[in-house]
């Protein structure tokens, strides 16, 4: 892939983290080297507590490693003081939820607007460019809906447009379809594909869903903590 | 993000409904048994200030202004001539039984006060001429007396009735502040005060006086005890005297400190614990946020501004029924209410403290809050 002669948008190195003391701890992520480029989707794959979530909440910097380094766009996490890590976050990521996370007491319009209140852009031009994007999703007559009269398919969409709506250049889906029937995870997926991929993002996806593999570039396995296997995803009509 | 915290706050209508309703009776309670507690109080001291006099001079060992100790009859002098003394005038002031026309009985309190000057009479009069009080027999009542002796058809204007076996004809009806007892007042002039009470050794009650202009009342309350031997003090101080027996001898100030105790305590465990409940059932929301690039600072200042915004709201609530409350006890004056810019400064200082531990909880809990538990 020609993206990977480029320098990784996520170049993680050596990752440890465990949890509990003593008798009682459990070691999750056991010396993992990932690499993901811009432009990509990286599909993270595995069986149940075997660390996915937790190297997607190492990689956002959200979870303090044990050991090792993450530099997400050439930035070492660990070397920024926990305030300045939640404004990276903020500016540089999108998140997608499996619970979609959408706050009860707003519309669609005002969720998806909530990123760019937190980077402190007025709410005026906030709603104005959450619009725009809940368009993009096509969901542009259900801005002013609360999340409970909406379908799960369209808060997935709105979790979406919220998640892209402030350009993040490393977008982070757990388990986006997860908690969609076949269809509605498909329609996502080609939703995902379709406004969230992009020559200067990077994507990754953890899932269990084996019906959307197709929709990443390469697929990385991860069992008992380790990285097993990284390989490309062959598409139809290629290879 | 303010706009968030209080689309929030708002979204979730049951809780907020039971915070605002939490704080509002806490504040309602509050400021109503403040109100009628201070109105107590100043009911307590109304024999002080209807007579509207700047210094009392008394005996020395005097606890407040209803427990007379009578003084010798040359005090009036004594004072008249301690330097800075504008004035001083005698008061009578005891208890007595009035016997009504109808054979009722009814004990009264006897003000009699200097028949030259009727300094120590009330300001306002409802009915009559205060001042006919000089004719032979005549006597001024206060409105309570009216209320307390059988309503305006039994007393009135030209009502005749014995004191001591002595006649006593109304001349004139007063307005004055109503007394902690409620016993109502019977103005006359000393000298026919003193013929009316049965034959005691002494018989002042106090001197009343007043300093001179440019001299200030502490300093002539200072050199009359000095220089007499009395109790001298001036309105004010003898005013929290009586205030602060009545405080001490009286279960009152108990019962109502307890009360608005319990209305503070009882509002801060209701917007404590449904404060908590609102930012528990929030917690993946609240992680998405931080997770989004929100500080825990931002999510303090969000839980600070929804707290305060209910709480600022329960205040004007709380106020609001507290003061309909007050006015319609104060229209049938049943109770004393009074609403003072002190109690309704302290129940803010109050409520603000609930809405901050009550936030504070909530804020504890965010800033633990691990913004990964939206991945799991």
């Known amino acids: 892939m020609d993206s990977q002669t480029q320098p990784a948008a996520v170049r993680a190195r050596g990752i440890v983290k465990s949890f509990g003391t003593g008798d009682t701890k459990v070691t999750v992520l056991r010396g993992i080297d990932l690499d993901i480029y811009l432009g990509e989707m990286l599909l993270l794959v595995g069986e149940s507590g075997g660390g996915k979530t937790t ?14 380094d993450i530099d997400v766009l050439g930035v070492p996490l660990g070397e920024l003081p926990a305030g300045k890590r939640t404004t990276f976050r903020g500016q540089t990521m999108g998140f997608i939820y499996q619970q979609f996370n959408l706050l009860p007491a707003l519309t669609a319009a005002e969720n998806v607007a909530v990123p760019l209140l937190i980077q402190k852009i007025g709410l005026p031009e906030a ?44 977008l982070i889906c757990d388990e986006p379809t997860a908690a969609l029937d076949g269809p509605n995870g498909e329609k996502i997926m080609e939703l995902l594909r379709e406004v969230g991929r992009s020559p200067d993002r990077c994507v990754i996806v953890v899932t269990h869903d084996s019906r959307i593999f197709h929709f990443g570039d390469r697929l990385a396995r991860l069992t008992d903590g380790r990285i097993v296997s990284i390989e490309p995803i062959a598409r139809e009509g290629t290879a | 993000m303010n706009y968030v915290a209080l689309k929030m706050l708002f979204g979730d209508r049951a809780k907020y409904l039971m915070l605002l309703c939490g704080l509002t009776f806490a ?55 301690v330097p800075g003394v504008e004035w001083a005038v005698p008061l009578y002031k005891g208890l007595l039984r009035a016997r009504l026309s109808n054979g009722e009985y009814h004990q009264i309190t006897l003000a009699g006060l200097e028949s030259s000057t009727l300094i120590g009479r009330p300001a306002d009069v409802l009915e009559g001429r205060f001042e006919d009080i000089l ?27 014995e004191l001591n076996d002595k006649l006593a004809r109304v001349v004139a009806i007063a307005k004055t502040q109503k007394s902690f007892t409620n016993i109502p007042v019977v103005y006359t002039t000393y000298e026919r005060a003193i013929r009316y009470v049965p034959r005691e050794r002494r018989t002042l009650s106090y001197v009343l006086a007043k300093p001179k202009d440019g001299v200030p009342v502490e300093e002539v309350t ?51 614990q449904t404060f908590y409940l609102f930012t528990v059932e929030n917690l993946r929301q609240f992680g998405a946020l931080k997770a989004m690039g929100t500080s825990t600072f931002t999510l303090a200042r969000m839980i600070l501004l929804q707290a305060f915004t209910v709480g600022l709201t329960g205040y004007g609530v709380g106020i609001g029924l507290a003061t309909v409350f007050g006015f319609l006890t104060a229209q049938s004056g049943g109770l ?41």
């Open chain 2, 222 to 272: 200072r050199r009359i005890r000095e220089q007499t031997g009395l109790g001298a003090f001036t309105a004010e101080e003898f005013e929290w005297k009586t205030i602060w027996w009545v405080l001490k001898n009286t279960g009152i100030g108990i019962n109502f400190g307890t009360t608005i105790l319990l209305g503070f305590i009882v509002g801060m465990a209701i917007a404590g």
């Open chain 1, 55 to 68: 190297l997607l909440s190492a990689i956002a910097g959200i979870l303090d490693i044990d050991d090792g």
């Open chain 2, 27 to 81: 504040v309602m309670l509050i400021v109503q048994q403040g109100s009628i507690f201070w109105g107590l109080m100043i009911w307590s001291q109304s024999s002080i200030s209807n007579l509207n006099v700047p210094i009392w001079v008394t005996d020395p060992g005097i606890a407040q202004v209803d427990e007379v100790k009578p003084i010798a009859g040359t005090a009036v002098d004594r004072v008249r001539s």
């Open chain 2, 336 to 376: 004393p209410f009074i609403e003072t810019w002190q109690l309704l400064l302290l129940v803010l200082v109050a409520l603000l403290a609930i809405c901050t531990f009550s936030a504070l909880i909530s804020i504890i809990k965010l800033a633990r809050l691990e913004p990964a538990i939206v991945f799991r």
């Open chain 1, 127 to 170: 709603l104005r460019r959450a619009r725009a994007m809940l368009d993009r999703v096509g969901l542009n007559d259900r801005a002013e809906f609360l999340p409970k009269n909406l379908s799960v398919g369209q808060q997935q969409r709105v979790a979406i447009a919220r998640a892209l709506v402030n350009e993040p250049r490393l």
């Open chain 2, 135 to 161: 004719q032979p027999d005549a006597v001024a009542l206060d409105q309570w007396a009216v209320e307390r002796m059988g309503g305006p058809t039994v007393i009135k204007v030209g009502t005749i009735f």
